[in-house]
């Protein structure tokens, strides 16, 4: 199948979007302050850096919403901190993917992004990897709700990230729990909802092939796309089954579609 991954109809990699939220309560968001005191003992980050302003530097008339923060060399900025406005939540459906409701009048939410320096890496399973890990450390210590991977409409308990986490350090594949969800279409297919942040392209499990197994299959439709990058030729892949399936980029170039054969 081709490989090719001219990146066409993915967002800028410059353009550092609001991707990985993370749900307090109404009135539990911590300050910038908060913290900073959190990073003198805490395991999951290495150094705090500057504070921030709208997610750039500090002004000292304004109020501070923010804090730079270092995990094994790669820098992110957390945003959306106490006292000043919350992250807006992206309409999920009112439920996260682990099971737990997510209530919008309950909940504020911050960001954490990608430091300029790396945002370009965002494809990267390490940088992905320490992403999540720092943002669970944050979650847990302040008591978050949940986080949201909002590329994907992928919402989940606090309680039940630390085993996503666990088997992907275990396994070393890609986390495709917490990148993606797999909704049905009206005309009965299943559409992936996260893909394209990496390749610029979803996928469509066409209708003959939705069945009482379609998971595994979505899942290494994804896993295999996400190496493989943008398609622009039609190529077969192996389904779990052991069945041939055939990828066929759509005449748009948005989607890949998955048919028999």
């Known amino acids: 199948m081709s490989g090719m991954s001219d990146k066409r109809g993915m967002n800028d990699p410059r353009q550092i979007g609001d991707d990985l939220l993370i749900l307090f309560p109404y009135d539990r968001r911590p300050t910038a302050r908060q913290v900073r005191a959190a990073c003198e003992t805490a395991d999951f980050v290495d150094a705090d850096g500057p504070e921030l302003v709208n997610g750039r530097g500090h002004a000292h008339i304004a109020v501070v919403d923010g804090i730079s923060l270092q995990r094994s060399g790669l820098v992110f900025d957390l945003v959306g901190l106490a006292p000043g406005p919350a992250i807006p939540v992206p309409e999920l459906g009112g439920r996260g993917s682990g099971g737990g409701?997510?209530?919008?009048?309950?909940?504020?939410?911050?960001?954490?992004?990608?430091?300029?320096?790396?945002?370009?890496?965002?494809?990267?399973?390490?940088?992905?990897?320490?992403?999540?890990?720092?943002?669970?450390?944050?979650?847990?210590?302040?008591?978050?709700?949940?986080?949201?991977?909002?590329?994907?409409?992928?919402?989940?308990?606090?309680?039940?990230?630390?085993?996503?986490?666990?088997?992907?350090?275990?396994?070393?594949?890609?986390?495709?729990?917490?990148?993606?969800?797999?909704?049905?279409?009206?005309?009965?297919?299943?559409?992936?909802?996260?893909?394209?942040?990496?390749?610029?392209?979803?996928?469509?499990?066409?209708?003959?092939?939705?069945?009482?197994e379609e998971t595994p299959l979505a899942r290494l439709l994804f896993s295999h796309l996400f190496f493989a990058g943008t398609q622009e030729e039609t190529g077969q892949l192996t389904a779990p089954d052991g069945h041939a399936l055939r990828l066929q980029p759509s005449d748009n170039g948005r989607y890949v579609r998955v048919w028999p054969g």
């Open 101 to 212: 409701d997510i209530v919008p009048s309950r909940t504020l939410a911050a960001s954490l992004r990608l430091g300029p320096h790396i945002s370009a890496g965002r494809n990267s399973l390490a940088v992905l990897r320490e992403w999540f890990a720092i943002t669970q450390g944050i979650a847990t210590h302040f008591d978050a709700v949940m986080i949201c991977w909002t590329p994907g409409g992928v919402a989940i308990p606090i309680d039940k990230l630390g085993p996503h986490l666990a088997e992907w350090d275990a396994r070393g594949q890609v986390p495709v729990s917490l990148l993606a969800s797999f909704p049905y279409t009206l005309d009965g297919a299943i559409q992936s909802h996260g893909l394209r942040y990496f390749t610029g392209q979803e996928f469509r499990i066409e209708s003959p092939l939705v069945g009482a």
